[in-house]
């Protein structure tokens, strides 16, 4: 998502997703789809890494998971900020043309 989203994504203690489309002045559709098909590409890898998409695990993995949920805690809430993000976005540019996962999902029929 780049390093501006991805540090307020992290750091901000309460996430305002109308803030952090104010300060990325975001002018044309363009910039909001390329914005869109970024937070989509990090909302499915977070959300992957929270188990929320994981279809089968590695023994490695599940040790992993055993061993504690402070990474997956910050994924899911990663992933609970990228999704109020692009719901934002979507509000913000009603037009917006299909994002590249979504014509995926339409093409593979998934």
């Known amino acids: 998502v ?11 203690e309460k996430f305002y997703p109308d803030q952090l489309l104010d300060i990325l002045k975001i002018s044309s559709e363009h910039e909001a789809l390329e914005l ?8 499915v890898t977070w959300r992957r890494k ?5 279809h089968s695990k590695s023994s490695w ?3 992993k998971d055993m061993g504690g949920d402070a990474g997956n805690d910050k994924n899911h ?3 609970a ?18 994002t590249s996962l979504d ?4 093409q593979y029929n998934r």
């Open 50 to 54: 929270t188990g929320g998409l994981a």
């Open 103 to 106: 014509i995926c999902k339409i």
């Open 2 to 12: 780049g390093d501006v989203i991805y540090k307020q994504l992290c750091t901000a």
């Open 81 to 98: 900020r990228a999704r109020s993000l692009l719901f934002c976005l979507k509000q913000r540019f009603p037009e917006l043309s299909q």
């Open 36 to 43: 869109a098909d970024k937070v989509e590409a990090s909302l």
């Open 77 to 79: 809430i990663l992933a």
């Open 61 to 63: 993995d599940m040790m």
